[in-house]
């Protein structure tokens, strides 16, 4: 960040709804930041953490377990996927490996859904049907994009998006020990923001890697306050639950 241009202003404001880690901003001025949080208008989410696949198996996609449990969590994320019955789905990987394995996979239980992949997205051909996204966190569709209403009312977050350890990574690393957690989770905040856009709209998403467990506190507080860690078969009937009741509602 450069804010020579600015350095004269007696004050300013950083205004945002995903701005969490707020600590990355303390070693950027000489003053001690104050931090406003507020309410968000939006009360009709349903976050959930799930550690595990359909078959048990505990999630931490990292680099030595994911080719070994992948195909299990493509199963998972497609049993949730299938919960969807108004409305799309989107999901959002921690990499282009991740987006590659989809790619490879077979989909097709995704039934009667069109599937799209961040390069052959149109918004406009993303309607109310149940479709789904997959994209990469960070990318082009997980930030300014929109996905309100029925373009999204279950959003998957699979694996958690840690930089990769380049020269500049391992030196602000070393000057901020928190700085890859940091930046991992500022991504996955952009990509929960998309989901609900208005008061009137709703959205389940699911956290799915057992790592998010100990980052409950990294999630924005609008969000993570409501944060619940349920088993897979829990997750199925919360999800279920979840969007019937405000189908109802807001039909």
């Known amino acids: 960040m450069y804010f020579k241009e600015i350095n004269k202003c007696k004050s300013i404001i950083f205004a945002g709804g995903t701005m969490e880690q707020t600590s990355q901003f303390d070693g950027l001025f000489d003053k001690k930041l104050n931090y406003f949080f507020y309410e968000s208008v939006n009360k009709n989410i349903l976050p959930i953490i799930l550690s595990e696949t359909s078959l048990g198996k505990k999630v931490q996609l990292t680099f030595e377990s994911r080719e070994r449990i992948f195909s299990e969590v493509i199963s998972t994320v497609i049993t949730l996927a299938n919960l969807v019955k108004r409305g799309g789905v989107i999901i959002f990987v921690s990499s282009k490996f991740y987006l590659e394995l989809f790619k490879k996979s077979n989909l097709t239980e995704l039934s009667k859904r ?3 992949y961040e390069d052959n997205f149109n918004i406009s051909h993303f309607n109310t ?5 997959l994209a ?8 300014g994009i929109n996905f309100s209403d029925d373009m999204c009312r279950l959003l ?3 694996g958690i998006p840690y930089p990769l350890k380049t020269i500049e990574y391992e030196q602000r690393s070393k000057e901020d020990k928190n700085y890859g957690i940091n930046c991992a989770m500022r991504l996955v905040n952009q990509a929960l923001g998309r989901a609900v856009r208005h008061k ?3 959205s389940a998403m699911v956290l799915f890697d057992q790592r998010y467990t100990k980052l409950i506190q990294s999630i924005s507080p609008w969000i993570n306050k409501n944060v619940k860690m349920s088993k897979f078969i829990d997750t199925l009937k919360e999800i279920s639950i979840f969007l019937n009741k405000n189908f109802i509602y807001f039909s």
């Open 114 to 116: 069109r599937i799209y």
């Open 200 to 202: 009137n709209d709703y």
């Open 136 to 143: 990469v966190m960070g990318g082009k569709l997980s930030e």
């Open 156 to 158: 998957i977050i699979v």
């Open 129 to 133: 049907l149940p479709e789904v996204l």
